[in-house]
């Protein structure tokens, strides 16, 4: 049954719902009155892309509130529940939360083997209740002008809180070596060696934590309105500080003023562009068959620094990100824009493909990074992770010609344990 619920799915949007019994042998119920509905049963959710709390459903004090003149809306706040929903193939998650700087937007694929929800009561009266619980083990992370790979997310609900307890990490793979976006390597070393012969990535983890208001104490999963994110090393998850995690993503105190100009047209992008690419990418999942449509742009961030001439001067000389002086100024609106698709081709086998746009040094033209990655469940709570990347240029393999490692390959095995 194709469905929209509003403030649970952006306007436009639909997911697609099997209906059945409550309990054995009992069929779908859905009657009474307008003023005082009953929805019984049990519902599971395919291809749908919902969000919580709910869009437009709160004043800016964070009070519930909705349109009473709606009359769609109101039905749904009358409504008694007694329903079981359980996850299928291809939903997901997506939610804006307030960062430090920015907000962090997480879009994450709901597990098919999650425990589900069983809602009761009503809206409109606040007896209305979750139970039950979900988890993502695949899924974006954007922070400022990061972004992260979710490892694990969940959420956990019960009768006695409207709100969950949540948990989760993310992460973000980078190199060793410290670099300036303008003038290259930190302390001015450019050689290929500096470059690309010693460097060795390591993972950064964006950590979902909890003050405990009685210990005072970090915890690693907690209430949803109390829940922050910080930086760890996953090889000294206790031995680097916050300042020296984020000059490993390059907000060093060197070239902090350069990348707040980035962050700050990361967030303008946000803002402007993605609404613009959304619609786009669910009539391509639709039309395609696709499980996961995603589409990134840099084109807000070039065309601001082409509109400035002291922004210009960087165009004018090879940095480590901005490598290519020959790039014609309008390939380079395009530089860096990002394809990712993303289908189910076993209930356990899923298989992606990433094109980044990218320029090398001697280049005129652009050409495209490939990335091609299949993710197979072996067991509820292991995951085993393969990937291949063929690079048309990447500072990091290509640099030193004596040898070709413009071809990465990649295994990873990962266990999730919820405590």
């Not at 619920?5 to 859905?30: C, K, N, Q, V």
């Not at 990418?281 to 589409?295: A, F, I, M, N, T």
């Amino acid at each position: 049954i194709p469905l929209h619920f509003p403030g649970m799915m952006e306007e436009g949007d639909i997911g697609f719902f099997t209906a059945s019994g409550r309990l054995p042998g009992e069929a779908f119920y859905f009657a009474g009155p307008p003023d005082l509905p009953l929805c019984r049963g049990t519902t599971q959710l395919f291809n749908c892309r919902v969000t919580f709390p709910f869009i437009g459903m709160y004043d800016e004090s964070g009070e519930y509130v909705y349109d009473e003149n709606d009359r769609v809306i109101e039905f749904m706040m009358n409504m008694r529940w007694d329903m079981k929903s359980l996850p299928g193939n291809n939903n997901r998650y997506f939610v804006s939360i307030p960062g430090y700087v920015g907000e962090v937007f997480m879009d994450l694929n709901i597990d098919n083997n999650s425990e589900g929800f069983v809602y009761t009561g009503r809206l409109i009266d606040e007896s209305f209740r979750v139970d039950g619980s979900v988890e993502s083990s695949r899924g974006r992370v954007e922070y400022l002008d990061v972004n992260f790979r979710v490892e694990r997310f969940g959420a956990e609900f019960n009768v006695y809180e409207i709100y969950p307890e949540v948990y989760g990490t993310a992460y973000t793979t980078v190199r060793t070596e410290e670099y300036d976006p303008v003038f290259g390597v930190t302390g001015g070393d450019t050689s290929a060696a500096a470059i690309g012969g010693e460097s060795v990535p390591r993972d950064i983890l964006l950590k979902l934590y909890v003050t405990d208001p009685v210990t005072g104490k970090e915890v690693s999963k907690g209430r949803w309105e109390d829940f922050r994110f910080k930086l760890i090393s996953r090889e000294n998850p206790y031995g680097e500080t916050q300042e020296q995690l984020l000059a490993s993503l390059g907000y060093s105190f060197r070239n902090l003023q350069y990348k707040a100009g980035e962050v700050g047209l990361t967030l303008t992008q946000n803002f402007l562009i993605r609404p613009l690419f959304r619609p786009i990418e669910r009539q391509l999942e639709r039309k395609l068959k696709l499980d996961y449509v995603r589409v990134r742009s840099n084109f807000a961030s070039y065309l601001l620094y082409l509109s400035f001439q002291d922004r210009t001067k960087i165009f004018n000389r090879p940095t480590f990100l901005l490598v290519n002086n020959n790039l014609d100024p309008a390939l380079q609106l395009l530089q860096s824009s990002e394809l990712t698709l993303g289908k189910y081709v076993l209930k356990d086998v899923y298989m992606s493909y990433t094109g980044q746009l990218v320029a090398g040094v001697d280049d005129s033209k652009l050409g495209v990074n490939h990335t091609l990655g299949v993710e197979y469940r072996l067991l509820y709570n292991w995951l085993l992770e393969v990937e291949m990347s063929k690079f048309q240029f990447d500072p990091f393999y290509n640099i030193d010609n004596s040898r070709d490692l413009s071809r990465d390959f990649r295994i990873r095995l990962r266990r999730s344990i919820t405590f």
